[in-house]
């Protein structure tokens, strides 16, 4: 396994993504800095509910990574279902710290979903909560929310949605480690 993932720059060279492998990355660019409690690779498990869904259990995997010359964290996520490991969800995207503790993000899903995000974070409390503020392709999602704690090494975040017929509420939660 690799702490890096491959990417190029504008000029379509090759750069690397610091990961969370087994060596240790490079210091983040400053703008990163204060998200850095969010670097390298999670795994844990979730569960979900909705009002118009049976409650579910699956597994995850989050990789937050960066490249040291970069102001943005590279996210990916992908979840299986707890019984059978058979694959459910994948989405990408980046996030873009910014100095006055404000965040950007863009999240594309496997389902075609995309999302624009922004909120803010605190480094201190190890905090980041976001509100969605385009999210597109999708014709019955009308609003997500996300918010994210580490507490004792672990990782939780709780996704809230809002669709055409319910309101914003609690669809999934995940408490995730280090790996």
Known sequence: MTSRNKSRNRNGDPEEMEGGGATAPAAPHPAVAPLAFLLGKWRGEGEGSFPTIS??????????????????????QRTWKA??????????GYWRPRPDGSVEVV?????????VQKGSFDAEKKTVTLQSELVGNASKVKQITRAFQLVDGELTYVVQMATITTSLQPHLKALLKKI
């Open 55 to 76: 409650p579910f259990r699956y597994g995850e995997e989050l990789l937050f990574s960066h490249h040291p010359s970069k102001p943005v964290i590279s996210y990916t």
């Open 83 to 92: 019984a059978s490991g058979e694959p459910m969800h994948a989405e990408s």
């Open 107 to 115: 999240i594309s899903q496997s389902t075609g979903l995309a999302e």
